[in-house]
């Protein structure tokens, strides 16, 4: 089984979420490290343990991101990481699957689906080999700790309980 490391130069992931009922924010964490342990193209063989530093949160606007790394929402003093392992794979074509597997967020875990595409293996000009992955879910923010929230005028909320999340993986070969 080929072992693959994601390169953090070229691996984003991001996440979108509800604000005020009207409209979304988008934010990423750009500091994502893991393994991936794949025989392309035996998509039942790809295994990943993924860690994201959720002190790296960023939306653009530096009073939200300070509110985002709070105790209000991810509490990155006592939960420094963000982390997926993946525990299964369900092949839905040539190069599509669903990893399921157990996500990790401000220390409380939940069984989450990935939709995954990989793409690859390809050589770059260096020599080196490299796969790509783009996977994704939607998730109840709430169920991971992630509560804080103000009423709005309309019934409705200041921030939605779906959060999108979204991986953008490139990573290299490594054995």
Known sequence: MATWSIDPDHTVAAFSVGHMMISLVHGQFNQVAGKIRFSPP????????????????IT???????????????????FPLIEFKSAGVSVTGINTCLVNGLLTIRGTTRPVELETQYFGPVRSPDGETSLGFRAGCRVNRESFGLIWNLDMENHGFMVGKELRLALEVEADLVE
Not at 42 to 57: M, P, Q, R, W
Not at 61 to 78: P, Q, W
Request: proline share 0%; no cysteine; glycine share 6%.
């Open 42 to 57: 035996d998509l039942t063989s790809l295994a990943a343990e993924i860690t994201i530093e959720s002190a790296g949160v």
């Open 60 to 78: 653009g606007i530096a009073k939200r991101d300070e509110h985002l790394r709070s105790a209000d929402f991810l509490d990155v003093a006592n």
